[in-house]
C-alpha cells in the first residue's frame, strides 16, 4: 500500500520568506509526528499529533515553527522568516498507535522520504 | 551529553563480516529500543524493535538490550554490499511518543 508522503521533495527559499511543508499519513493512521535531520545533528523530534488531542509541540526549536493537521490526516509544517540554520531534511512519520502497545505492529513509526530545504 | 550516544563511524567492512553497531543512552526510563536503516536520501526505514532487556532475532540481524548497563547492540551477520546505509539507534519512554535518536553510523560493506 501507499506509504507516507511528502512535499515537495526540495525546497530552495531566500532567508526571511517563509515555506510551508506537507505530510501525507498513511491511511487510518492516528499518530503523526515531525522530525528534522541536520547535518551534525541527527534526528530531532518536532511535534507530534495524536488522534483529537492537544499536540505535543515540546521539540519547536521557535515560535516561528508550526504545524497543524486538518481532519486528522494531512499535516502542514509552516516555518516563517526562515533562517540558514533551519537548513535541514523535514521528515513525517505516521504510526497506527491503536491497542495496548508494545508491539511493533501497532507503534511503529513509518517514515517519508522527507523534504530537504535549504535556505540561502 | 546527549541523551542516545552513537558513534557515526564510518564504518567499512568487507563483504560476509559481522557488523557491531552499538548506542549508549543516559535516562534509565528508556523502555522501547529500534534500529531503523536509512539510505541516502530516503527515510529512516525500522529494522528492529524491542522491549525492554534482551535479544531479538531477524534473520541476519541481532537486537540486543542491556538495560543495566543501558547499552543497546545492533549486530548484522554475513554482511552484504546491500547493508551499506546510516544505522540509526533510536528510543522511547513509552509506546506511541516521539523517538529519541542517536546520530547513526555509517556503514559500508565493500565487496
Known amino acids: 500500500g501507499a506509504g507516507v508522503s511528502q512535499s515537495p521533495s526540495n525546497k530552495v527559499t531566500e532567508k526571511g520568506k517563509d515555506v510551508e511543508l506537507r505530510c501525507d499519513p498513511i491511511s487510518g493512521h492516528t499518530a503523526l509526528y515531525w522530525y528534522r535531520q541536520s547535518l551534525g545533528q541527527g534526528l530531532e523530534f518536532l511535534i507530534y499529533f495524536q488522534g483529537n488531542s492537544a499536540p505535543d509541540k515540546s521539540g519547536l526549536p521557535s515560535d516561528r515553527f508550526s504545524a497543524e493537521r486538518t481532519g486528522g490526516s494531512v499535516s502542514t509544517l509552516t516555518i516563517q522568516r526562515t533562517q540558514q540554520e533551519d537548513s535541514a531534511v523535514y521528515l513525517c512519520?505516521?504510526?497506527?498507535?491503536?491497542?495496548?502497545?508494545?508491539?511493533?505492529?501497532?507503534?511503529?513509526?513509518?517514515f517519508g522520504p522527507g523534504t530537504r530545504l535549504t535556505v540561502l | 551529553q546527549k541523551e542516545v550516544e552513537q558513534d557515526p563511524g564510518p564504518l567499512s567492512v568487507p563483504e560476509g563480516a559481522i557488523v557491531s553497531l552499538n548506542c549508549t543512552y543516559s535516562?534509565?526510563?528508556?523502555?522501547?529500543f529500534m534500529w531503523y536503516r536509512q539510505y541516502s536520501r530516503k527515510g529512516p526505514e525500522l529494522l528492529m524493535y524491542?522491549?525492554?532487556?534482551g535479544n531479538k532475532e531477524d534473520g541476519r540481524f541481532t537486537a540486543q538490550v542491556d538495560k543495566s548497563s543501558k547499552y543497546i547492540s545492533l549486530f548484522i551477520r554475513d554482511s552484504q554490499p546491500s547493508d551499506s546505509a546510516t544505522y540509526l539507534c533510536a528510543m522511547s519512554f513509552h509506546v506511541n511518543t516521539p523517538l529519541v535518536f542517536g546520530k547513526g553510523t555509517r556503514l559500508s560493506v565493500i565487496a
Open positions: 524491542t522491549y525492554s532487556s
Open positions: 512519520a505516521s504510526s497506527l498507535a491503536r491497542g495496548s502497545g508494545g508491539r511493533a505492529s501497532t507503534d511503529t513509526q513509518y
Open positions: 535516562n534509565s526510563a528508556f523502555q522501547y
